[in-house]
């Protein structure tokens, strides 16, 4: 989580208490990045899940904002559509979940086990 956190390995490193060398060590350790790696996954999933869960609000913003000719748009039409960017891209992140899982069926050896 420190590797989340923090604004770099050595501040990551000092917050859970090793030296940075260590933590550079860990990092080519297979099992080690595919840990991270399966963390970082989740916190990509748990930001477009929300992502998705505003689309509708993010819709209703810049269909609002295209209808009032009197309002300024250009920043918040552009935020909707960061929203709406956002929440396409999950529907690619589950292709590429289950893409995944089937390629681990199909080669056990990509599990990581």
């Given amino acids: 989580m420190a590797l989340l956190t923090q604004r770099n390995h050595e ?3 000092k917050a859970v208490g090793i030296d940075l060398k260590t933590l550079k060590r860990w990092m080519r350790v297979p099992e080690f990045i595919e840990e991270w790696r399966r963390v970082r996954w989740e916190v990509a999933e748990q930001s477009y899940a929300r992502a998705q869960q505003n689309s509708g609000a ?8 295209m209808a009032d000719k009197a309002t300024p748009p250009s920043s918040r ?29 199909i080669d056990p050896s990509k ?3």
Wanted: glycine residues 4%; charged residues 25%.
């Fill in 111 to 113: 599990s990581g086990s």
């Fill in 11 to 13: 501040e990551a490193a």
């Fill in 58 to 65: 993010a819709t209703s913003v810049l269909l609002m904002l």
């Fill in 77 to 105: 039409i552009r935020a909707a559509l960061g929203i709406l960017d956002l929440s396409r891209d999950a529907l690619d992140l589950d292709v590429d979940t289950r893409l995944s899982a089937l390629e681990r069926a």
